[in-house]
């Protein structure tokens, strides 16, 4: 593929970090995108401590990115 995805999710998880996209990554398995998908899965609290560092993926994310799905609270 000439292009790739790049998925920040945010979500509140006691997992180690390396084993919180695992789901996420067998159901984009699933779906046979025609491009590449990378996903890093923050707690809110890790998201919030990257955001404050300039050249950090999340950074990046938060600045550049579309959300894609939000879950409304309240």
Request: aromatic share 6%; glycine share 2%; proline share 7%.
């Amino acid at each position: 593929p000439d292009s790739d995805i790049d998925l920040l999710v945010i979500k509140k998880s006691r997992l180690p970090r390396a084993q919180r996209a695992v789901p996420i990554y067998d159901a984009l398995a699933k779906l046979s995108l025609p491009v590449d998908a990378e996903v890093m899965v923050y707690t809110p609290a890790e998201a919030e401590t990257w955001s404050e560092v300039r050249q950090a993926f999340v950074t990046t994310a938060l600045r550049e990115g579309k959300v894609l799905y939000e879950k409304k609270t309240g």
